[in-house]
Structures are given as C-alpha cells and as structure tokens.
C-alpha cells in the first residue's frame, strides 16, 4: 500500500488522482473530511482506507508501506494556535519520519515556500544546517515547516539514521483544481473566476512601493499538475533524496495571472486595483521566485506549464465546467 497524509486536501487529491490514474488502487488517506465538502476531492477516487489522522499511528502498526507521502498539515498561514499547528505539523511529522526509518519506508513530504520569510535570504532550497538557520519565517505556519526541515537537516548532518529515501517539497504557489475547500487560501484565480466570468470588477492590491506597478506584485505560481509529476518522479526514484524547491523558477505578476483568465474565456479584463490594508503592508511579500537548479540536477526533466497555459487548463478543463473537480 501506499499512504497519502492529506489525501483529501489540494494537492494530496492530486496526487490520489494521478495515483489510481497510474493503476494503483492500493492507496490509503489519511485525513480529516471535516464539513466543508472535502469529501468531493475524492469522489472518484479508489481507495483502500480513509484513516482518521488522530488514529494514524495505531494503524501503522505492523504495517507495511511502499512509501508514505505525508503532505498532512494545518497550511493556514494566518493560523495562530501555535500549540495545535506544532502538534500537527511538527510533531506528528517527527512520529511519521522515525516510522518510516525504522520500516525502512521511503518518506515524501511537503515543506513550504513560506520557510523563506520576507525573501531577504533568497529562495535557494541548500538543506544544510548554516543555510536554513538563516532563514526567518514570518509566520507560525512556515516556521512549524521550517523547524522539521532542521530536525531532518540535524539528522543528514549528523549522519543519523533516515529513510531509504527522503524528499522535502517547499512548494510555491501551487493552484489548480480541488483547492476549493481552502476558503480565503484558495488561490486568487479560484477565488475570483465566478467574478470574472459574469464581467464583474475584479479587485487586486495597488503597489505601496516605489519601482512597482499596481498589481505587479510577483509570486512564482506553478500548476498542480506540475506539482504532481514531480511527486511521481520522486516515487519513482527511489536514488534520489533531498529537500527541494518546487515552483516553475519564473515570477509572474497577479495582474497576469488574472489577464490569462480573461485570455482563456475571450473576454475583455475588468480590473481595478484598492489599496492593501495597512496591517499587512509591511510585511507583505511583492516577489517570490524559486530555484529549481537543485531539482534539475537530481534528474528531473518534466519541465514547468507556462502560466497561460495552465490557467487555460484550469479554466478550460475544471473552472468553467458543472463539474469542477479531479
């Protein structure tokens, strides 16, 4: 069997998908269905078990696994209870990586872009312990991602025992179809299709610094699909191990990711652009940009879906359907 933690969240769906999609219907998910409809993401699904996450270690015993891809986590970045977001993103996540060493199971995980903080430090995913002490968080939700990727960064240090293989993902800003349970994290283009469609005004943040433009606030946006295929190649590569960037390595602006979606329904852009609230205006990111030299350089060469492209796909082939997920 194999284990997706967060099977019924975004990308996990995803990658259940692409799973039974590959002939594999010996698939477990363990996570919270919860009230907001996540059961829809696997609706078309094959699966072995759905496994409550507070039940999950009982389950792993005397299990075997062919490898677990743990993608579990509370992913709100304006969650504030640091006692719960620890318990569930950090701790949890130790529990699971020392199972997975000691079954010599190869262990997939997501870590976060958010790991970065305000981008001072660049976005370079070196997994030694001096480069990622370096880096700053600026919420509870990168620094629980951020404080596993040391604890697994002590280990390969320190040459203690790990997984066969281990993989850390620090995903950029990954949108694409079964994202629609995440409310205010859905990404920007999810949020605002409906309005686009009906030619309603489409709001965006006006530039508060100098050099910018309004609405060219940049962020690395990458398609799940990508995504995806990633976490295949990584299960299907048992050689390599490492943490890693995903993103597509190119900035682009909301204004275009917004102008795409305009392009793919053949209506004309109705945007106008408020100001950002001042709560945030110190601390909001205006450019994100991932490298993905290291990725490459571990074998993998399934290349990145343009942006206009992959809102093309979203919109064509999930957005502007009844049916609008996986």
């Not at 078990?49 to 891809?69: F, N, Q, S, Y």
């Not at 199972?99 to 903080?117: D, E, K, L, Q």
């Not at 604890?151 to 790990?162: D, F, H, I, S, T």
């Not at 409906?194 to 060219?216: M, N, T, Y």
Request: overall charge neutral; charged content about 25%.
């Amino acid at each position: 069997m194999l284990l997706v933690t967060g099977g019924a969240g975004f990308i996990g769906s995803n990658v259940v998908a692409a799973l039974n999609d590959a002939g594999r219907s010996d698939v477990v998910v363990c996570d919270w269905l919860g009230t907001e409809g996540k059961w829809r993401n696997l609706a078309k699904r094959q699966l072995v078990d759905i496994v409550p996450p507070a039940e999950l270690m009982d389950w792993l015993k005397g299990r075997r696994l062919d490898a677990m891809v743990h993608l579990g986590a509370i992913s709100a970045t304006t969650a504030t209870d640091g006692d719960l977001v620890i318990e569930t993103n950090f701790r949890l996540s130790m529990r699971l990586l020392d199972w997975c060493t000691m079954n010599a199971v190869p262990f997939i995980y997501a870590s976060s872009a958010a790991t970065y903080g305000d981008g001072m430090e660049g976005f370079d995913d070196d997994g030694s312990l001096p480069a990622l002490k370096k880096l700053r968080p600026m919420n509870l939700y990168g620094w629980s991602k951020h404080l596993f990727d040391l604890a697994v960064g002590g280990r390969v240090a320190n040459g203690e025992p790990l997984p066969p293989q281990w993989a850390g993902l620090k995903f950029f800003n990954v949108f694409g179809p079964n994202e629609y349970h995440k409310g205010s994290m859905m990404s920007v283009l999810a949020r605002r299709f409906d309005d686009v469609k009906a030619g309603r005004v489409v709001q965006l943040f006006r530039s508060h610094r100098e050099g910018i433009e309004d609405g060219d606030q940049r962020r690395d946006f990458i398609y799940v699909d990508d995504v995806v295929r990633v976490l295949m190649w990584l299960l299907a590569t048992p050689s390599v191990s490492g943490l890693f960037n995903v993103g597509t390595g190119k900035a682009r602006s909301f204004k275009d990711l917004m102008l795409s979606a305009y392009a793919a329904l053949g209506t004309r852009p109705n945007i106008e652009y408020i100001d950002m609230p001042e709560s945030i205006r110190d601390s909001y990111q205006y450019f994100t940009e991932s490298k993905v030299d290291r990725l490459c350089r571990a074998g993998y060469n399934g290349g990145f879906t343009t942006l206009e492209d992959a809102v093309k796909a979203y919109v064509g082939d999930y957005l502007d359907r009844p049916d609008r997920f996986r």
